[in-house]
C-alpha cells in the first residue's frame, strides 16, 4: 500500500486534464463566483417547527415540506447549497419519505441553479449501493450525496460512476469523539484522516473528478491540513454555529487557490433560528448574517 | 491514545461483572444453542422476484413484502436472524419503506423469537443518530442494526445506549477492496480492523454489552485476528455464497469459547436460489444445506 500525500507535488485533482468537473461541482463554482458559501442545513425536526406552520396541516409530510420552503425561500439567496440531513425525515418512515421528496422537488423547480446535497452518510458494498445511489440521485434527484470511507474506493464505485453527481467524503468530522479512529496515527506518521483525504484525492476515488471532502469546522488546524493535501476539491464544512466552530479560523483554513472550494454549513442556527412567527424572516437574516461574516473574513485574509 | 489489544489479557467483554446482555443477543443465544447460525439476508431486488410472485400484487409494497413472507416460513426453522438490507427498499423510496415494515412485523409476529438485523450501515454524529435510531427501533422495530465506525463511540451513543438493541460495528468488510483502509497498519503495528475491533470489546463501545461486528466470510485470517480480541461477542460474518466466502474457514475462525458467536449470513444464495414457482422451496432447501454444513463443521472442529 503507498500513502500518496500528493499535497508537496503540487498537484490539484480536480485539474487533472482529461477530466470533467462534474455538474454538482460547475453548480458550486457558479454560486461559489457569487459569493455564496452558506449551505442551509435542512436538518428538520419535527418537534422543533413553530407553532405558527404546525397549524397549517395535518399531515407530517406536509408540514415538514412547508416549513422547509418557507426557509428556501428566506435563504436562497445567501445558499451554495442546501443539505438535507436524511435521518431526520427518516424517523417519520414513510412519511418523511415523502417530506424530503417534496422538499427537493421544490428546490428543483423554484431554485434549479442551487445544488442539493443529501446528507445520507451511506456506503454498503458493491451493488448494494446501488439502491442508496437509486434513493439519492433518482427517488431523491439531489445533486450530491455524503459517504463514509470505511470500505474503500472500491465498495463506493457505484456511487463514484455518476459523473454528474458530487460524493462527498467524510474525512474529519465535526464531533469531540472525532478522534477516535480519525486521529490515528498510522506507520507512516500520517494521522488516518489525512491518509482518506490524500487517497480522495490522488487514489481511486476522483477519477470522474466528482469527489469532495467533508470536514468539521471545530478542527481549522486539520481543515488546513486537508486543503494543503487535496488543492482546490470542494470541502464541506460542517459545524458552525450549534456546535462551537471557528468561522475565521475556518475559512481562512477552508479557501482554496482561488478563494472559494468551502461549503460551509449551519443548520439549527439558521432554521431554527426564532419559533415565532417570523421565524422564516429570521433564518434569512442569519443566512445572511453568515454570508456576510464569510465574506468579510475572505476579503481580510 | 492507548491502543488497547485486550485478547492477550484474556478478558471476554460480554461476560465483565454487572454487564447485562442485551435481548438481542439473548435471542442469538437461543437460536445458537438449537444449532441455528444461519442468518437469512432479506436484500430483496424488486427486479429478481419471480414472475409467480409479482403477479400476485398490483403494488410494490404488497409484492416485496409478499415475496419475503414466503421466504420468512420457508427458511425460519434453519435461521438464527433475519437481516434486511435498507438499501433493497431504500430504492423505492416510501414504497420501499412499507414493504419494510411489513416484513419485519410479520417476522415479529409469526417468529417473534428470531431477531432481525437491520443492514442499514449508519452512523452519524450525536443527536442525529437519535433519527436513524428512531427510524430503526421504532418505525422498523428491528432488534439490531449495523454501523459504520469511522465517528467513534462518542457520536455512535444514541445507538449504544439502547440496551436492549444489538449495535453491530462494521470492522473488516467482505468486499474485495475492503483493506484500503482496514488494513492500514498503525503506528503500532496492528491494522486499523483489529484496532476497531478492540476499541469496541474494550474501549467505550460495549458499555451495555450490546455490541457486536462485521466481518467478512471473505478474510477468515483477519476473522480469527477478530475472534482472538473480542472474546465471545456476536460476529455477523457476510459474504457466505455470491461473494466467494470459505465457509469452512469461517466457521474454525469464527466460533467462539462456547462454538458459538456467528452469525453467518447468505443473501441471494438463499433467497434467489430458484426463479421459478419453487423459489421458497429452494430458499428452505438452500438455508438447510448451509446449515446442515455449519453444523458439520463445527461438530468435526
Known amino acids: 500500500m503507498t500513502i500518496n500525500e500528493g499535497g508537496?507535488?503540487?498537484?490539484?485533482?480536480?485539474?487533472?486534464?482529461?477530466?470533467?468537473?462534474?455538474?454538482?461541482?460547475?453548480?458550486?463554482e457558479a454560486r461559489w463566483a457569487k459569493g455564496n458559501f452558506v449551505c442551509v442545513g435542512l436538518d428538520t425536526e419535527l418537534g422543533k417547527i413553530p407553532d405558527t406552520v404546525i397549524k397549517r396541516g395535518k399531515f407530517v409530510p406536509d408540514i415538514i415540506a412547508s416549513f422547509n420552503i418557507d426557509i428556501?425561500?428566506?435563504?436562497?439567496?445567501?445558499?451554495?447549497?442546501?443539505?438535507?440531513?436524511?435521518?431526520?425525515?427518516?424517523?417519520?418512515?414513510?412519511?418523511?419519505?415523502?417530506a424530503l421528496r417534496q422538499t427537493v422537488r421544490y428546490i428543483k423547480r423554484a431554485y434549479p441553479d442551487i445544488p442539493v446535497i443529501l446528507d445520507a452518510k451511506r456506503g454498503d458494498i458493491g451493488n448494494t449501493n446501488n439502491g442508496y445511489a437509486q434513493m439519492a440521485f433518482e427517488q431523491m434527484d439531489a445533486d450530491a450525496i455524503t459517504v463514509h470511507p470505511y470500505l474503500g474506493a472500491e465498495a463506493l464505485k457505484p456511487f463514484l460512476d455518476k459523473?454528474?453527481?458530487?460524493?462527498?467524503v467524510l474525512t474529519k468530522t465535526s464531533n469531540p469523539g472525532a478522534g477516535e479512529f480519525q486521529d490515528v496515527?498510522?506507520?507512516?506518521?500520517?494521522?488516518?484522516?489525512?491518509?482518506?483525504?490524500?487517497?480522495?484525492a490522488y487514489g481511486d476515488w476522483n477519477r470522474n473528478g466528482n469527489c469532495g471532502l467533508v470536514v468539521g469546522a471545530t478542527y481549522p488546524a486539520e481543515l488546513e491540513k486537508v486543503r494543503s493535501i487535496v488543492g482546490d476539491m470542494p470541502i464541506l464544512i460542517p459545524g458552525i454555529g450549534a456546535q462551537g466552530g471557528d468561522l475565521e479560523a475556518s475559512v481562512r483554513a477552508g479557501q482554496d487557490s482561488r478563494g472559494w472550494g468551502m461549503i460551509i454549513n449551519s443548520s439549527r442556527g439558521i432554521?431554527?433560528?426564532?419559533?415565532?412567527?417570523?421565524?422564516?424572516?429570521?433564518?434569512?437574516?442569519?443566512?445572511?448574517?453568515?454570508?456576510?461574516?464569510?465574506?468579510q473574513i475572505r476579503q481580510a485574509a
Do not use: W
Request: hydrophobic share 35%; net charge negative; aromatic share 10%.
Open 163 to 168: 459523473r454528474d453527481k458530487g460524493i462527498l
Open 8 to 28: 508537496p507535488q503540487g498537484r490539484s485533482p480536480d485539474r487533472r486534464e482529461g477530466v470533467l468537473k462534474s455538474n454538482f461541482v460547475e453548480m458550486l
Open 271 to 295: 432554521i431554527f433560528a426564532s419559533s415565532g412567527e417570523d421565524f422564516a424572516q429570521a433564518a434569512g437574516e442569519e443566512a445572511r448574517r453568515l454570508h456576510d461574516s464569510i465574506n
Open 185 to 200: 496515527e498510522l506507520g507512516n506518521g500520517m494521522r488516518m484522516y489525512a491518509y482518506v483525504a490524500s487517497q480522495v
Open 72 to 98: 428556501i425561500e428566506a435563504t436562497n439567496e445567501y445558499a451554495c447549497a442546501f443539505k438535507p440531513n436524511t435521518a431526520f425525515y427518516e424517523a417519520h418512515g414513510a412519511d418523511g419519505f415523502r
